[in-house]
């Protein structure tokens, strides 16, 4: 018998980016542990984490191949060999390439997996000839934007600065299920006298926690932020000295925000004027202060100039560039390494469809050639993907879909073959974190089960049936993920631990330089107008879908409704794990008393929620935490096993920059059903 204990990292799409223990015994995973050693995570995981072997092991883990028998979507399948799968699809690719051409074939990739590997099917399809696509991302790219324009670079503080706060915000961010390691680090910063400031429209368990919470209308914190910055200019409360040398464009910026009075900006941010003016304060004079800036906020259309209003306030302070100061989105430190897969000259004929938020209208929009084929890998674009209605109708019109899986899906339900993909645990890869700055090695630790195969064999077995170089799929990954590291770090020293690069600034931005235009912290951004026709100030706009923007709309549907990441979920994965689904509890859209009282809604009722894109119905649950006109409800469900999936009712708009998703940006009314 060999038992081992093997050093690895958690790979989802999560801030934590835990560093993890797997416990092997006979090829087999027997347990997994947090890693002690880990700087950031300190030995511990997530109830998602703790639950891998389960997962591995899922008497719903797809195992073989599977053809859909009869009607597709039908929910009957066929297991078949993987040279029946894979003769099957060459022998679809070439004819779609030869009756169309190679971007008939969609390439539609998700956040399932991340790492080096991911970019192999990328390398097939450029040796096919090319592909059609969407750009663009989910996730957070308005943000990331609005801090490229601001700072020039994406870093900020290393967790271990929050014990020199005196002042921390968590702007839009619910730690507490989406970062839950950076907890400990938060709480001893309270611990220390830090104040622990939650500005979410809902009560979350992070809120639960705070000194002090502050519940805005949803989409209106462009105004709050600036607001805020008029009475901290107004107030003398900025740091001169730094606006003076550090900032471009802070005229401007001042002479914007006395527009911003807080007694006007109450009415849209319904937060008191008062509340404002203290708030506004409180952050000044407690510097150091950091501010955290979740993804949530700029899930909106005016989502890249709200990250950019709040970003100013740091700014302003001179919180940028010292210990116990900072404006926290995303951390990119660790982002040091490339691509080492052998790359091909890029296809001939690569089509981008349009953003990826609109993969349904653009995808049945596609003309000459239509998409006549489409592979489907890490993602589940039916639950997760805006405008499920629009995505559903796409995939059904596609002739010929193809989804490599772990398990059964709503995506993978609609497939014509489903292959069944490795884990986390069956191939190496290495891993960089959005949170903290350390990189991470994950070695593959036991062989895939069953029939599993990585997606580097799968293409390359339908490489050699296209008649394609083989010298780009016949790869050691161990010298592929040593190809892609920087010369300063070895995948042995890896093996080690989480390495902290060379290139991590101990405190972001203490030298004074800002990659931007201008060398400085651009409140005035040209940039910002030039590629994206905003104003070059971020001014605030109202959410499109709001009374603000929208009266009409909102006189028919006149709740704002946004989904918030669940706990026990990464997005759409471990939907399926009965365990956390008895802990995550029944689905249930929430509300508060007053607004449910007003439709005849006991809580636990049955309710249809809808706009003009769509309806789902459900429970309702009653709260009175939550703010009034707002209701809320956890993303990540699956059609095939709650009934109802959030998206049906989000729009496919894109954010104010960089092609980002408005899920959040979304009007809704509610009404009993029975
Ligand atoms: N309404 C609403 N929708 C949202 C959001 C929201 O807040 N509200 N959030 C958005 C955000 S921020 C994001 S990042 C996206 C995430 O959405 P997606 O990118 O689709 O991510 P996941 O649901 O995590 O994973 C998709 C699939 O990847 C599969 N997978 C995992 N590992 C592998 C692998 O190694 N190989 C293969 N082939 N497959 C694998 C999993 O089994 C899973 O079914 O959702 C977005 N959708
Ligand atoms: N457990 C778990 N952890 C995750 C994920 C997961 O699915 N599950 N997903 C990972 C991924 S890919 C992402 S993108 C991150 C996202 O991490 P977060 O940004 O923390 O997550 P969200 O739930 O999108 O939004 C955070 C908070 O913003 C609030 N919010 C919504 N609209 C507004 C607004 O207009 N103003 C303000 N002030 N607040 C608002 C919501 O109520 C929510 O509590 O989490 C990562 N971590
Ligand atoms: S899902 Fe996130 S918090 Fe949970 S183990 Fe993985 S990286 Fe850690
Ligand atoms: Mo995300």
Redesign the pocket.
């Known amino acids: 018998m060999s038992r081992e204990v093997i050093r690895t990292v958690?790979p989802?799409n999560?801030y934590?980016?835990?560093g993890?223990l797997a416990h092997v015994e006979d090829g087999r995973l027997l347990k997994v542990t947090g890693d002690p050693s880990h700087p950031a995570?300190q030995g511990r995981?997530?109830s998602?984490?703790y639950r891998y072997v389960e997962r591995v092991y899922s008497s719903e883990r797809l195992l073989h191949p599977l053809l859909a028998d009869g009607e597709r979507g039908a929910g009957q399948w066929r297991p078949i060999s993987w040279e029946e799968a894979l003769d099957r699809i060459a022998e679809r690719l070439i004819t779609v390439r030869e009756s169309y051409g190679p971007e008939a074939l969609l390439y539609c990739t998700g956040t399932g997996m991340k790492g080096v590997m991911a970019g192999i099917g990328t390398v097939f399809l450029n040796l096919y000839g090319g592909y059609s696509y969407h750009y663009g991302d989910l996730c957070w790219p308005a943000g990331i934007e609005a801090c490229r324009l601001t700072f020039g670079r994406l870093t900020h503080q290393p967790p271990e600065d929050y014990r020199n706060c005196r002042c921390i915000i968590l702007w839009g961010k619910n730690a507490a299920a989406t970062n839950?390691?950076q907890m400990p680090f938060l709480l001893e910063a309270v611990r220390r006298g830090a104040s622990l400031i939650v500005i979410d429209p809902l009560r979350t368990q992070t809120a639960a926690r705070a000194t002090w919470h502050i519940q805005p209308n949803p989409g209106s914190d462009g105004a709050l932020a600036l607001a805020m910055a008029h009475v901290i200019l107004a107030e003398g409360l900025h740091d001169a000295a730094f606006c003076r040398q550090r900032i471009e464009g802070f005229e401007a910026f001042a002479a914007m925000v006395r527009e911003y009075v807080p007694e006007e900006s109450a009415a849209a941010t319904g937060v008191p004027a008062a509340t404002i003016r203290e708030l506004a304060r409180h952050y000044a004079t407690r510097r150091p202060a950091n501010i955290n800036v979740g993804f949530g906020i700029q899930r909106y259309t005016n989502g890249g100039q709200t990250v950019r209003a709040i970003a100013a306030l740091a700014a302003i302070t001179g919180n940028i560039g010292i210990p116990g100061g900072g404006l926290d989105y995303a951390n990119r430190a660790s982002y040091v390494y490339g691509n080492g897969l052998p790359q091909p000259p890029a296809g001939e004929r690569i089509r981008p469809l349009g953003g990826r938020a609109a993969l349904g209208r653009t995808t049945l929009a596609a003309t000459d050639p239509p998409i006549a084929a489409c592979l489907v890998e890490r993602a589940s674009p039916v639950t997760q993907n805006p405008d499920t209605s629009a995505v559903l109708a796409a995939f059904r019109a596609i002739p010929f879909t193809v989804v490599i899986e772990q398990f059964m899906t709503d995506t993978a339900a609609l497939a014509d073959i489903v292959l069944p993909a490795k884990t986390m645990f069956e191939e190496a890869d290495l891993l960089a974190s959005y949170w903290h700055p350390y990189l991470q090695y994950r070695p593959q630790v036991i062989e895939p089960p069953g029939e599993c195969r990585s997606e580097l064999r799968i293409y390359g077995e339908l490489a050699r049936r296209l008649d394609l170089p083989m010298k780009y799929f016949e790869l050691d990954v161990r010298e592929v993920l040593e190809r892609s590291l920087p010369a300063d770090i070895s995948l042995a020293r890896l093996e080690q631990g989480a390495v902290l690069p060379s290139t991590a600034e101990a405190i972001p931005f203490a030298n004074g330089r800002f990659d931007t235009p201008s060398g400085k912290i651009e409140l005035l951004s040209r940039q910002a107008a030039e590629l994206w026709q905003v104003d070059p100030l971020p001014r605030f706009r109202p959410p499109a879908e709001s009374r603000g923007a929208s009266p009409d709309l909102a006189a028919r549907y006149p709740l704002q409704f946004f989904s918030t990441k669940p706990k026990h979920r990464?997005h759409s994965q471990w939907n399926n794990d009965e365990k956390l689904r008895r802990v995550s509890g029944q689905a249930a859209l929430r509300i508060h008393p007053l607004d449910a009282a007003a439709r005849g809604l006991a809580d636990g009722a049955r309710a249809r929620v809808f706009n003009d894109r769509g309806s789902i119905t459900l429970p309702v649950k009653l709260d009175d935490a939550m703010k009034p006109g707002v209701v809320n409800l956890e993303s990540g469900l699956w059609i095939g096993k709650d009934g109802v999936t959030t998206n049906f009712l989000t729009s496919d708009a894109p954010t104010d920059m960089n092609h980002g998703a408005t899920f959040y940006d979304c009007l809704v009314e509610v009404e009993r059903v029975g």
């Open positions: 958690c989802r999560c934590s980016g835990c993890m995570t995981l997530c998602k984490g839950q390691h990464i």
